[in-house]
């Protein structure tokens, strides 16, 4: 959450660029968003509310300064509300040093009670302010690297930290937990940012920086330190295979919809693994002493329904929690376990934390993520990329259905079958490609049309469309802000039935197996009681009032039924007004706990 951009080169447009840069990390928050920016003897702050748009900024007095630097940040709340004092880049009453943070110090209490003591004045409610306040502190008795260095020391909690101060041309940088990645372009530019689409119209070649590493970015180098040994780091420049256009819009209105219609390619992708790799975590799995994957939101409901794959094709018994829960099964683990992390981002706090509780019991970890040189893909044994490429819209389209295809592959090659598994994938990718056309779309725009003003929406499904009726209620819920709940379908009878009124819409996830007749009894005990059936199934069957056709594709059910779903999602997102790519209160990358 918040995303962070620094800038240190030649270039005068420094303020240009980090603002450019931050319009790229509006999807980790839009909240507010701030740049500040040196000039020859002093450094300037612009903070606003609300979403960074069309910005533009008029800068001054930078004409006659050696090296360009800059810093941004476009911030999804915590600590404070949503106003322009609590917006980043936060400084202090002297305005030494000036800092752009992303994570939450969570002792940052007990440090600002000694601040204010010795006589700091505060100006936002903000956990960050206290580490600008502490380096400046710091800086009463030593240089602007050994005080941030030490007031880092002091500091609690996760955190990814750009600091500049007005006495030297350059950039320090910190992370523990919140992702930072250092982007090295022509001439001495640099670029560090949160996630690499900020800056891939400058560079493809990166650095990774480490959790308890700093750098210095300035005009002779850009040096890494461990932050524990203080001694020197040496980095690889590494050159990332993502393109600009992949990161970009293109020819459609958002990313939402973008990263729904790249599900046609993104599918291909991740079935054509290393079938080597794919057998190594099968592997894994059968030797394990209990295995859990573990992700969150969507994520989460990507476990749940893999859960129920490695069942029926493997007769494998996985667990599945939630990153925020699994700390709660900690009692289990051995070093014979083995923990799968599933993630997008690969930078989700509530995930990281389970891994770092699963390592240090001395389990096994596998992650499978869509971003390859993410925390999580560092910290694992085993990596399987989804090669999704940059999901940018917060809704998660292309990657859940990339990890559904992966787990698949993982399920059956479990079950000395992944020849088959593949198969039935590649047919199903193949269908998909058919399947998402302009009809296909106008179809469901209309369904959109009639279902607008509901008040509440439900979903069923049984078995692996359990958990995909689960999360087509996250994508409804998120981005067109009506209540949506998804449930088991035979445990509507057992309460939740009593929600249905007449025309309430239930969408009904059928899947491709033993279990449809039974969820199309779940049905007809909605409509005796006035519900509105949607069938999201391969065949049109006499209960729905409107049907969503999808292909039969066998155990790949779950994969091809949520899409629609992700239509539906984003159509209603249009028809009542919400922005698809950026919902309320959300934001891409979860890095708070
Ligand atoms: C919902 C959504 C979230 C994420 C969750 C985990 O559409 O995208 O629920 O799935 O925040 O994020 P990752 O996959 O990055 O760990």
């Given at each position: 959450?918040?995303?962070?951009?620094?800038?240190?080169?030649?270039?005068?447009?420094?303020?240009?660029?980090?603002?450019?840069?931050?319009?790229?990390?509006?999807?980790?928050?839009?909240?507010?968003?701030?740049?500040?920016?040196?000039?020859?003897?002093?450094?300037?702050?612009?903070?606003?509310?609300?979403?960074?748009?069309?910005?533009?900024?008029?800068?001054?007095?930078?004409?006659?300064?050696?090296?360009?630097?800059?810093?941004?940040?476009?911030?999804?709340?915590?600590?404070?509300?949503?106003?322009?004092?609590?917006?980043?880049?936060?400084?202090?009453?002297?305005?030494?040093?000036?800092?752009?943070?992303?994570?939450?110090?969570?002792?940052?209490?007990?440090?600002?009670?000694?601040?204010?003591?010795?006589?700091?004045?505060?100006?936002?409610?903000?956990?960050?302010?206290?580490?600008?306040?502490?380096?400046?502190?710091?800086?009463?008795?030593?240089?602007?690297?050994?005080?941030?260095?030490?007031?880092?020391?002091?500091?609690?909690?996760?955190?990814?930290?750009?600091?500049?101060?007005?006495?030297?041309?350059?950039?320090?940088?910190?992370?523990?937990?919140?992702?930072?990645?250092?982007?090295?372009?022509?001439?001495?530019?640099?670029?560090?940012?949160?996630?690499?689409?900020?800056?891939?119209?400058?560079?493809?070649?990166?650095?990774?920086?480490?959790?308890?590493?700093?750098?210095?970015?300035?005009?002779?180098?850009?040096?890494?330190?461990?932050?524990?040994?203080?001694?020197?780091?040496?980095?690889?420049?590494?050159?990332?295979?993502?393109?600009?256009?992949?990161?970009?819009?293109?020819?459609?209105?958002?990313?939402?919809?973008?990263?729904?219609?790249?599900?046609?390619?993104?599918?291909?992708?991740a079935i054509n693994q290393d079938a080597g790799l794919i057998e190594q975590v099968a592997d894994a799995i059968k030797n394990a002493f209990g295995t859990y994957l573990i992700g969150c939101g969507t994520a989460g409901k990507v476990?749940?329904?893999?859960?129920?794959?490695?069942?029926?094709?493997?007769?494998?018994?996985?667990?599945?929690?939630?990153?925020?829960?699994?700390?709660?099964?900690?009692?289990?683990?051995?070093?014979?376990?083995?923990?799968?992390?599933?993630?997008?981002?690969?930078?989700?706090?509530?995930?990281?934390?389970?891994?770092?509780?699963?390592?240090?019991?001395?389990?096994?970890?596998?992650?499978?993520?869509?971003?390859?040189?993410?925390?999580?893909?560092?910290?694992?044994?085993?990596?399987?990329?989804?090669?999704?490429?940059?999901?940018?819209?917060?809704?998660?389209?292309?990657?859940?259905?990339?990890?559904?295809?992966?787990?698949?592959?993982?399920?059956?090659?479990?079950?000395?079958?992944?020849?088959?598994?593949?198969?039935?994938?590649?047919?199903?990718?193949?269908?998909?490609?058919?399947?998402?056309?302009?009809?296909?779309?106008?179809?469901?725009?209309?369904?959109?049309?009639?279902?607008?003003?509901?008040?509440?929406?439900?979903?069923?499904?049984?078995?692996?469309?359990?958990?995909?009726?689960?999360?087509?209620?996250?994508?409804?819920?998120?981005?067109?802000?009506?209540?949506?709940?998804?449930?088991?379908?035979?445990?509507?009878?057992?309460?939740?039935?009593?929600?249905?009124?007449?025309?309430?819409?239930?969408?009904?996830?059928?899947?491709?197996?033993?279990?449809?007749?039974?969820?199309?009894?779940?049905?007809?005990?909605?409509?005796?009681?006035?519900?509105?059936?949607?069938?999201?199934?391969?065949?049109?069957?006499?209960?729905?009032?409107?049907?969503?056709?999808?292909?039969?594709?066998?155990?790949?059910?779950?994969?091809?039924?949520?899409?629609?779903?992700?239509?539906?999602?984003?159509?209603?997102?249009?028809?009542?007004?919400?922005?698809?790519?950026?919902?309320?209160?959300?934001?891409?990358?979860?890095?708070?706990?």
């Amino acid at each position: 959450m918040c995303g962070i951009f620094g800038y240190f080169g030649p270039k005068k447009n420094a303020t240009e660029i980090v603002i450019d840069g931050l319009k790229k990390l509006e999807y980790r928050g839009y909240d507010s968003w701030g740049v500040a920016y040196k000039t020859k003897d002093d450094i300037k702050i612009h903070r606003q509310i609300g979403k960074i748009g069309e910005a533009h900024l008029v800068v001054e007095d930078v004409e006659d300064i050696e090296e360009s630097i800059a810093i941004g940040h476009s911030r999804w709340a915590t600590h404070g509300g949503v106003t322009q004092a609590n917006a980043h880049p936060h400084t202090t009453e002297n305005r030494e040093i000036v800092l752009a943070h992303n994570g939450i110090i969570e002792n940052y209490l007990e440090l600002k009670e000694v601040l204010v003591q010795k006589g700091h004045i505060f100006t936002s409610e903000t956990d960050s302010e206290v580490l600008a306040h502490l380096i400046e502190e710091e800086m009463k008795n030593d240089n602007f690297l050994s005080a941030t260095k030490k007031a880092l020391h002091q500091v609690e909690g996760r955190y990814a930290a750009l600091v500049i101060s007005k006495k030297e041309n350059k950039i320090i940088a910190s992370r523990r937990g919140s992702p930072l990645i250092i982007g090295i372009g022509e001439d001495g530019e640099r670029f560090i940012a949160s996630d690499i689409p900020a800056f891939l119209k400058h560079t493809k070649k990166v650095q990774y920086l480490d959790d308890n590493e700093l750098v210095v970015i300035d005009a002779q180098a850009t040096t890494f330190y461990n932050l524990e040994t203080d001694e020197k780091v040496e980095k690889r420049i590494i050159e990332i295979e993502w393109t600009e256009e992949s990161a970009e819009k293109g020819d459609f209105k958002h990313f939402m919809l973008k990263e729904i219609m790249e599900q046609k390619e993104t599918l291909y992708r991740a079935i054509n693994q290393d079938a080597g790799l794919i057998e190594q975590v099968a592997d894994a799995i059968k030797n394990a002493f209990g295995t859990y994957l573990i992700g969150c939101g969507t994520a989460g409901k990507v476990c749940m329904t893999a859960e129920y794959m490695f069942s029926s094709i493997a007769k494998k018994h996985v667990n599945t929690a939630f990153g925020s829960e699994f700390p709660n099964y900690h009692h289990f683990l051995t070093n014979k376990s083995l923990v799968i992390a599933v993630s997008q981002s690969g930078e989700t706090a509530d995930t990281l934390e389970a891994l770092e509780i699963a390592k240090a019991k001395g389990a096994k970890i596998i992650s499978i993520v869509n971003v390859e040189t993410s925390t999580m893909a560092r910290m694992s044994d085993i990596v399987i990329p989804i090669k999704a490429g940059p999901e940018k819209a917060v809704a998660s389209t292309k990657a859940t259905t990339s990890q559904l295809a992966i787990l698949m592959l993982v399920a059956y090659a479990a079950a000395d079958r992944l020849y088959e598994g593949k198969e039935i994938l590649v047919s199903a990718a193949g269908q998909i490609n058919d399947m998402l056309n302009p009809r296909y779309e106008e179809h469901i725009q209309q369904l959109a049309e009639k279902i607008q003003h509901a008040e509440s929406m439900y979903i069923i499904g049984r078995a692996s469309n359990y958990p995909m009726a689960l999360e087509s209620a996250i994508k409804l819920q998120e981005v067109s802000y009506i209540h949506a709940e998804g449930f088991a379908g035979g445990e509507l009878k057992h309460g939740p039935i009593a929600l249905i009124s007449q025309g309430t819409p239930c969408i009904v996830l059928v899947g491709a197996d033993e279990t449809r007749k039974a969820i199309l009894s779940n049905a007809m005990e909605i409509r005796a009681r006035g519900g509105y059936i949607i069938g999201v199934s391969p065949q049109k069957e006499e209960v729905f009032d409107y049907w969503i056709r999808v292909p039969d594709c066998e155990t790949a059910s779950p994969i091809v039924n949520i899409i629609p779903v992700q239509i539906l999602a984003y159509q209603l997102a249009l028809l009542r007004k919400n922005d698809p790519d950026m919902p309320r209160n959300l934001a891409k990358s979860v890095t708070v706990k």
